[in-house]
């Protein structure tokens, strides 16, 4: 995930959570992102300044009105920075910003920023009260994105919401922030990753695909603005911050999930390695290592896309991916009109891309061909943006 060049200001406020800025900041920094930081108060008891300038390279800014300089931050800082994430963000510091209350550096930027990410971190009680939710919504509507705390053993020794966001989640919030949101108020539903297809208990047939470009395009297209549902195989990846995440093992699962979703989705795009073939036949009970020689008869599985492709409504955008070794272009194309698809991905096999961060593609469409490479989440911006722009671009 790429924040290159970007400026951000990280608010600290004073949670026991505190302490999880500094992961924060240093993984700010490692996205390419430049980062200063305001604290309140109660915060410089959590953390140190020292620790925290010494990370951001800068200095730390903690007094409203300080004695030593005649730069005013909160009005410099708010100049220079693109986004303001406030984690932790305590009851107190959240109800402040949502009644306009500037009475420290982080409330006194939140006043000239407007808006930015809030992280929530405080006891489950005092996050379910009334009050607290009625001044998140207040702050929704005002263009704060709030990334919802986790749920599980809390400080107070009490379990339930309360946790701040996993450090993953809001560095996805970060980047989502700075993607145009061409696609909002659109509903997406991406397939990633292999499926399984089980000779007996213990084996099966699958392929390579790691699911990364799946994954890549469901973040991409979640932070274009669209509400994004991800069906995927199995794989050790995360799930990316505010995306619905099916999972599924075999062809037939994958069927089932992807038909269900794509009944209200405005645009499909199936990024998974699905099987072609399984057993015809298979064994309830483990092979033995009996014959020197075992043969096994397989049959086709169903083609997902295809289904898809002779359901669709009218205005509905379904782009398909094709790994192919040879005549790309030529065998996307053909892909596009047997299966009605308005768009394929398509990559070459023998470029080694499966499990890779890299990739170059073919984004092919029944007029055009574009070619992308790059960073795998870098491709899957490019995508989402030529889906906005082939299909949806001045049709508002």
């Known amino acids: 995930m790429k924040l290159e060049n970007r400026r951000i200001v990280l608010g600290i406020t004073g949670s026991i959570a505190a302490y999880k800025a500094i992961e924060i900041l240093r993984n700010l920094q490692k996205a390419g992102a430049e980062v200063r930081v305001a604290m309140t108060p109660s915060a410089l008891k959590f953390v140190s300044k020292l620790t925290l300038q010494t990370l951001s390279e800068y200095p730390v800014y903690y007094e409203a009105i300080p004695e030593d300089s005649v730069e005013i931050r909160h009005t410099s800082l708010s100049a220079w920075g693109e986004l303001f994430i406030v984690a932790p963000a305590t009851a107190n510091t959240i109800a402040k910003i949502a009644c306009g209350i500037a009475d420290n550096p982080v409330t006194d ?3 000239c920023f407007g808006k930015g990410i809030i992280c929530p971190a405080m006891n489950v009680r005092m996050y379910e009260n009334p009050v607290t939710q009625e001044n998140l919504k207040k702050l929704k509507q005002l263009g704060y994105e709030i990334v919802e705390p986790g749920r599980g053993f809390l400080a107070c020794k009490e379990e339930g919401k309360g946790r701040l966001a996993e450090v993953e989640d809001i560095l996805d919030a970060a980047f989502y922030w700075f ?4 696609l909002k108020g659109k509903k997406v539903v991406v397939t990633a990753g292999a499926t399984r297809e089980y000779i007996d208990p213990v084996r ?5 695909s790691s699911g990364k470009m799946g994954f890549a395009v469901a973040k991409a297209a979640r932070g274009a603005g669209a509400e994004v549902t991800l069906i995927t195989g199995k794989t050790h990846l995360r799930t990316p911050y505010g995306i619905k995440r099916i999972d599924v093992e075999t062809v037939e699962e994958m069927k089932e999930a992807v038909l269900e979703a794509v009944k209200d989705a405005d645009i499909y795009i199936s990024a998974a390695a699905i099987g072609d073939y399984k057993p015809a ?3 309830e009970k483990k092979i033995k290592k009996s014959k020197e020689k075992l043969i096994l008869e397989l049959e086709r599985t169903p083609d997902i896309l295809k289904l898809v492709g002779e359901r669709k409504r009218r205005g509905q955008i379904i782009v398909g991916f094709a790994a192919e ?3 790309l272009v030529e065998n996307a194309r053909e892909k596009i009109e047997k299966k009605n698809l ?4 398509a990559n070459d096999i023998k470029k080694g891309i499966f499990g890779s961060d890299k990739t170059e593609v073919f984004f092919i469409t029944r007029k055009e061909v574009s070619t992308i490479s790059g960073l795998k989440e870098e491709v899957a911006l490019e995508v989402i ?3 906005y722009e082939n299909f949806f671009k001045g049709v508002e």
């Open 325 to 327: 070794t040879d005549n």
């Open 342 to 345: 308005d768009g394929i991905v």
């Open 109 to 111: 930027l939140a006043l």
């Open 204 to 208: 099966f047939i699958s392929n390579p």
């Open 385 to 387: 943006k030529l889906i």
């Open 281 to 283: 036949k298979r064994e």
């Open 179 to 182: 993607v145009p949101k061409l």
